[in-house]
């Protein structure tokens, strides 16, 4: 069976949801494919979204799913998965459903709100501690950690910068690098001179119970007590979806769009996580959203007002 719409939505997060709404109040047909696993489900209350700060994650979907309700032109099929997508003349098509693609539907553009796949640093239980105790984003969630005794995680280069960052929140905090060569002996003289310490040694567990980070036991038998901190993710796109074409990425596996969120490739638009070099955030997504809609309405009269 085909479906046909002018644009596809692929990710019902705020960026997807948002650009659904705006593109919803120009008449356009929406429809939006989302698989339901926003990567901030491990949290529970979600921080710095005008009008919502604090709320839980789901909560906000909710009400952003009742809004688009109202819009009889936009439609959307939640728990479900984009399995695979191909150009055709007139614009894309999509296999679509909950495991294995079922349907076939297409649309005259595309746009690819599929957020980010994370990795966690390679630590025993990390995920039991993830978004209650231990977060990955300092804007999001330093501010209720401030005065208390962090820990950083992480396992990439930019360690230092983001000890740096982190240390706005607090006078004690010790970076754990799991064993990874990734603080140069400069960077950690310089971490030493504000107080910030850093351990080498792999981490051999983290101690506490229902999520609330206690201490980090290091395999030299080092223990170290934390009340919580923040953890340096590996980030990427998944674009294994895509069939027979591969819009480009960048050093960070970010879809690489110009300032309005088209790809290279026409009737292709990105937005959100997926594309922005960040800060990775639901206000911005969202606001990527909207700016997109704007857009691609644009695109499609080809005019090229921008505002
Ligand atoms: C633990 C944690 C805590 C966070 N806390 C905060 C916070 O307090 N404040 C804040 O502003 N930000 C926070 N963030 C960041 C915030 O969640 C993201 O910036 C935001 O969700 C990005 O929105 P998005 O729409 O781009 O992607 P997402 O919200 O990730 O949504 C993408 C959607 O696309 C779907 N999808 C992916 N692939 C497919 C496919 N092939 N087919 C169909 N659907 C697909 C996914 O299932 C998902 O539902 C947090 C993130 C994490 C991990």
Request: glycine fraction near 10%; charged fraction near 20%.
């Given at each position: 069976m085909t479906d046909d719409h002018d644009v596809l939505i692929i990710g019902g997060g705020p960026a997807g949801l948002s650009a659904a709404l705006n593109l919803g109040r120009s008449l356009v047909r929406v429809l939006v494919v989302d698989a339901?696993?926003?990567?901030?489900?491990?949290?529970l209350n979600s921080h710095g979204?005008?009008?919502?700060?604090?709320?839980p994650p789901h909560e906000l979907r909710k009400l952003a799913r009742a809004e688009l309700a109202?819009?009889?032109?936009v439609e959307i099929r939640s728990?479900?998965?984009?399995?695979s997508l191909s150009r055709t003349d007139a614009g894309f098509t999509a296999g679509i459903g909950?495991?294995?693609?079922?349907e076939t539907v297409s649309a005259r553009s595309v746009l690819l709100a599929t957020g980010l796949r994370e990795t966690l640093p390679e630590?025993?239980?990390l995920r039991g501690f993830y978004g209650m105790?231990?977060?990955?984003c300092a804007a999001c969630d330093a501010w209720e950690l401030r005065g208390r005794r962090m820990a950083l995680i992480g396992e990439s280069g930019d360690l230092a910068d983001r000890a740096r960052l982190i240390a706005r929140w607090t006078e004690s905090l010790t970076v754990f690098?799991?064993?990874?060569?990734?603080?140069?002996m400069a960077e950690e003289a310089e971490l030493a001179a504000s107080g910030v310490a850093v351990l080498r040694h792999p981490i051999a567990e983290l101690v506490g119970e229902r999520g609330r980070l206690e201490a980090i036991r290091l395999t030299d038998g080092t223990s170290v007590t934390v009340e919580g901190g923040f953890v340096r993710p590996e980030w990427e796109t998944d674009?294994?979806?895509?069939?027979g074409f591969a819009p480009a990425v960048d050093g960070h596996g970010h879809l690489v769009t110009d300032r309005s969120g088209r790809?290279?490739?026409?009737?292709l638009y990105a937005a959100g996580d997926a594309a922005?070099?960040?800060?990775?955030?639901l206000i911005v997504a969202a606001g990527a959203g909207a700016r997109v809609a704007a857009v691609i309405v644009h695109d499609t009269i080809g005019v090229a007002t921008a505002h």
């Open positions: 339901d696993r926003p990567r901030n489900a491990a949290t979204f005008l009008t919502r700060d604090g709320v109202a819009y009889p032109n728990r479900v998965r984009v399995g909950r495991r294995e693609p079922t630590v025993p239980n105790s231990l977060f990955s690098t799991n064993g990874a060569d990734v603080v140069t674009l294994s979806f895509l069939d790809t290279g490739i026409p009737g922005a070099p960040g800060p990775q955030q």
